[in-house]
C-alpha cells in the first residue's frame, strides 16, 4: 500500500464515519502519525494535502521538524508521553501538545513555552491526556484530577487549553466505553465551548471515535503501513 492509498482510504473512511454520524467530515482532523518514518514520507502526504503530522518523541520531532522546515504550514502534533525534561524541546516546534498529564508538566511547559517566545496574546495549544480507564501501563491524569488539570493548564499564560486526549484500549467496545466516558467528561467540565477538541481514535477504531465526538483522529499505521 502507498501513501497516496493508505491518505486516500482513510479520508474516505472519516468522510463515511461523519456522514454515518451526520456529522460535518471537515469537522474531523486527521493527523497523520509519522513516527518512525523518513522525512520522505512526510513531504508524500504533504504533497497530497496533508499538513498535521503526530510525532511520539520529542528528538524526533525536532530532527523532523528541522528537516522539513521548508513546509511553512505543517502542524506538528506531540503526542506521545512527555517528560518535564524535553518540555522546552517541544515547546520549540509542536503546535500542539496532545499529552499533559500532570499540574507539573503543565507548569514546565507553560515556563518552556514562555521562554520561546509564548505569552502576551500567542499560545502553545495543548490538550489534557486522561486515562480513562486507570490502566496502569498508559499515561494520563484521572477523571478525578481532570479539574485540576484544567485550572493548572488555564493559570499558564503561555498555554492554551483546547481539550482532551485518551489512549483507547485495543479492544473496540472498551475503546468506545473510553471515548463515551472522555466526551462526559467534556460535558461535565464545560463542554466544546470550553475544552473543544476531542483526540481520540486510531487506525483500527476512527469510526467508533467519530461516531463519539472525535475532532481529531490520530492514524498512523493505515497511512503509512506498519512501523
Not at 19 to 24: E, G, L, N, V
Not at 164 to 178: K, V
Request: with cysteine.
Amino acid at each position: 500500500m502507498s501513501v497516496a492509498e493508505g491518505l486516500a482510504s482513510v479520508r474516505d473512511r472519516i468522510a463515511r464515519a461523519a456522514a454515518a454520524a451526520s456529522r460535518d467530515p471537515a469537522d474531523v482532523k486527521l493527523v497523520a502519525v509519522s513516527k518512525g518514518k523518513p522525512a520522505a514520507m512526510i513531504r508524500e502526504a504533504y504533497a497530497l494535502g496533508q499538513r498535521d503530522f503526530g510525532e511520539n518523541y520529542a528528538q524526533e520531532l525536532t530532527e523532523k521538524a528541522a528537516e522539513l522546515a521548508d513546509l511553512p504550514d505543517v502542524a506538528w502534533h506531540f503526542i506521545g508521553h512527555l517528560q518535564s525534561n524535553k518540555a522546552r524541546h517541544v515547546a520549540r516546534v509542536a503546535h500542539l501538545v496532545q499529552t499533559v498529564d500532570s499540574p507539573a508538566l503543565a507548569r514546565e511547559l507553560g515556563k518552556r513555552a514562555k521562554g520561546e517566545g509564548y505569552g502576551d496574546g500567542k499560545t502553545l495549544a495543548v490538550l489534557i491526556e486522561v486515562n480513562v480507564g486507570g490502566e496502569a501501563q498508559k499515561h494520563g491524569a484521572s477523571p478525578a484530577e481532570l479539574g485540576e488539570m484544567i485550572a493548572a493548564v488555564s493559570a499558564e499564560p503561555a498555554l492554551a487549553l483546547r481539550g482532551l486526549m485518551t489512549m483507547p484500549p485495543h479492544d473496540l467496545e472498551a475503546a468506545r466505553r473510553a471515548f463515551e466516558a472522555l466526551a462526559s467528561l467534556q460535558g461535565l467540565h464545560g463542554g466544546r465551548a470550553r475544552l473543544p477538541e476531542l483526540s481520540i481514535g486510531m487506525s483500527d477504531d476512527l469510526e467508533i471515535a467519530i461516531a463519539c465526538g472525535a475532532t481529531l483522529v490520530r492514524v498512523g499505521t493505515a497511512i503509512f503501513g506498519a512501523r
